[in-house]
T-cell receptor, first 111, second 112 residues
């Protein structure tokens, strides 16, 4: 089955700096890679996703890159703000209705 | 309108009891899931249903029995609860397996 590894497990950044979270996956059949943000006590919510036919996608301060050959993908948050503090999860899915999550990265933005 | 709703939000019960968590989605999605989030925040898939049919059963003890009476509902029944079952359980739905999953607000289960 799919195994998604995520690093780092915790990340502390100064407000205004960038944050980068990296994930690797094991199943070469995976072709959908979403990123979820979970604030304390809340449900996970999608912030951006990318499919295997795309190498990069950007939405305002958030960008995701995918390297299918190396089987890794990354989340980049620029100009971080205090409201970016949360747990971020990467995930990978194949066609069999199984979305496998990484272990999560706790991001703290210092004011 | 809540897209994915699950009840109850909190559940405290004694070891050995049987309990159920209900989930409903009004998004018209075909696929529904149950995830378990442990104290370390790890989100682990338990079950995946598509059009009321079980697609994924991720080595979950058979004390856990999901039931999907229709495409909009996926309930989770747990027998003989154990201390290790304490966690937050999330229901989610999506349109197929390769699109955004919408999560319910979670049910925090505490077994004492």
């Amino acid at each position: 089955g799919e195994n998604v590894e995520q690093h780092p497990s915790t990340l502390s950044v100064q407000e205004g700096d960038s944050a980068v979270i990296k994930c690797t996956y094991s199943d070469s059949a995976s072709n959908y890679f979403p990123w979820y943000k979970q604030e304390l006590g809340k449900r996970p919510q999608l912030i951006i996703d990318i499919r295997s036919n795309v190498g990069e996608k950007k939405d305002q301060r958030i960008a995701v890159t995918l390297n299918k050959t190396a089987k890794h993908f990354s989340l980049h948050i620029t100009e971080t703000q205090p409201e970016d503090s949360a747990v971020y999860f990467c995930a990978a899915a194949t066609n069999d209705y199984k979305l496998s999550f990484g272990a999560g990265t706790t991001v703290t933005v210092r004011a | 309108d809540t897209a994915v709703s699950q009840t109850p939000k909190y559940l405290v019960t004694q070891m050995g009891n049987d309990k159920s968590i209900k989930c409903e989605q009004n998004l018209g999605h075909d696929t529904m899931y149950w995830y378990k989030q442990d104290s370390k925040k790890f989100l682990k898939i338990m079950f995946s249903y598509n059009n009321k049919e079980l697609i994924i059963n991720e080595t979950v003890p058979n004390r856990f029995s999901p039931k999907s009476p229709d495409k909009a509902h996926l309930n989770l029944h747990i027998n003989s609860l154990e201390l290790g079952d304490s966690a937050v359980y999330f229901c989610a739905s999506s349109q197929g397996g390769l699109s955004e999953a919408f999560f319910g607000q979670g049910t925090r289960l505490t077994v004492v």
